[in-house]
């Protein structure tokens, strides 16, 4: 008999790694899957940050790391954040973890409690809400549409304010829309947080880099509410890193410290060689990966060029991060090739069945009108999915 906690039962599962290995599984049965369900980089990590874990490895970094990550690490953070987003934080504001997945898991874990309520601007990246739930707390979702650039205002989020509200969560650049809040809009939400002093703010800035030339704003250099910031971030994205599982925070040191216990008891601290390599990624100029973003950039203007000519196809033009959110509802109600599609989710599986390219429903995301599609692949096969795509619907 299976008898699995409540707890897990109730859990959904990662709707971008389910896509992953369903389209994994089909590849395996022999079938011509374009994969672009998962936000992965399809570059080698550069040479520099392998040359530097090579050497950790010769050097015998194999002992347990400190549970926040080893000291000299924790100041190269310290001077990424002061570098690159004018953040003053000291080593013992820093918490390194195994992705910055785990990052958010800790600062949920420590900061809610049973009952609180955490705010998802939508569309919100998929494990937020997930792990909201996990911490017993509950997700309210602010919604956005692409006619506003899948931008939530001022307004709506004072309106979703109660006196249950612990945390909100920002994304910017944002997965999946790829929307970035400027500094002057994040001011804005920031005017209306300044008058609830017992919300904490989790920015993920994971996207930071990926980032077609609005300038990055971390939200926590904004002095009143730097407090009651946590500015996660990690080197997946930026530096093609993903299966290294780095991430790291920026915290106020009473949130660091609780994160650093939760860690100590789930998976102390993140792998040492990671971490070595680490030091090499966060300490290289923004130049040094300039030509992968150069090149998400070229694959932007195809895939927005290619889909703009779909009919019934709406996009916004995303201003970081490699993800497309197009808004496929003028499908809704239609019959394609004998299959209803009565929401994003049938848009979906109609794609990976007749066109054989994985996306991922926007249900996930809180968006009920749209898909994701990531373009961090090669062009050949950005091209040759959108051609399927655009027969499949024909
Ligand atoms: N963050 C990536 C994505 O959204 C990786 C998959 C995941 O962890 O959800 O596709």
């Known amino acids: 008999m299976e008898v699995l906690s409540q707890r897990i039962n109730s859990l959904p599962v990662s709707a971008t790694l389910a896509m992953a290995a369903k389209a994994r599984e089909l590849k395996n049965q022999g079938i011509d899957i374009i994969g672009l369900s998962l936000g992965e980089p399809d570059f080698n990590t550069p040479d520099f940050i392998k040359e530097a874990a090579v050497q950790a490895v010769n050097d015998n970094w194999n002992s347990y790391s400190p549970v926040d990550g080893y000291a000299d690490l924790k100041e190269a953070i310290c001077d990424k954040f002061k570098r690159d987003n004018q953040l003053t934080y000291t080593p013992s504001q820093i918490v390194v973890s195994t992705g910055a997945k785990q990052s958010i898991a800790n600062v949920c874990m420590v900061l809610l409690d049973p009952g609180d309520e955490v705010l998802l601007p939508a569309p919100y990246w998929v494990s937020y809400s997930a792990i909201a739930t996990l911490a017993e707390a509950k997700s309210t979702i602010i919604p956005s549409s692409i006619e506003t650039d899948f931008k939530i205002t001022p307004d709506q989020l004072e309106k979703a304010i109660t006196s249950k509200t612990k945390l909100v969560m920002f994304n910017s650049p944002n997965n999946p829309s790829g929307t970035i809040y400027t500094e002057e809009e994040y001011r804005a939400l920031g005017k209306v947080l300044e008058k609830y002093p017992e919300i904490y703010i989790l920015s993920d800035e994971i996207y930071e880099h990926i980032n077609y030339g609005t300038p990055h704003f971390s939200i926590a250099a904004i002095p009143e509410l730097y407090d009651r910031t946590i500015t996660v971030n990690g080197v997946a994205k930026a530096f093609a890193m993903t299966g290294w599982r780095i991430g790291y925070i920026g915290a106020p040191e009473w949130i660091a410290k609780a994160c650093n216990k939760m860690q100590g008891q789930i998976t102390s601290g993140a792998n040492c060689i990671a971490q070595r390599a680490t030091i090499a990624a966060v300490s290289a100029p923004v130049s040094a990966i300039q030509y992968m973003v150069d090149e998400f950039a ?8 290619l889909l703009t000519a779909i009919p019934g196809i709406k996009l916004n033009r995303p201003q970081g991060a490699f993800y497309v959110f197009p808004d496929v509802s003028y499908y809704f109600g239609k019959t394609l090739k004998g299959k209803q599609i009565q929401n994003a989710t049938d848009f979906a599986l109609f794609l990976l069945e ?32 959108v051609n399927r795509i655009e027969n499949a619907l024909k």
């Open 298 to 305: 070229s694959r932007r203007e195809i895939i927005i060029e």
């Open 354 to 385: 007749e066109a054989h390219v994985a996306t991922v429903t926007g249900e996930a995301f809180g968006n009920k009108n749209c898909i994701r599609i990531s373009y961090a692949a090669s062009e050949e096969s950005i091209r040759t999915a």
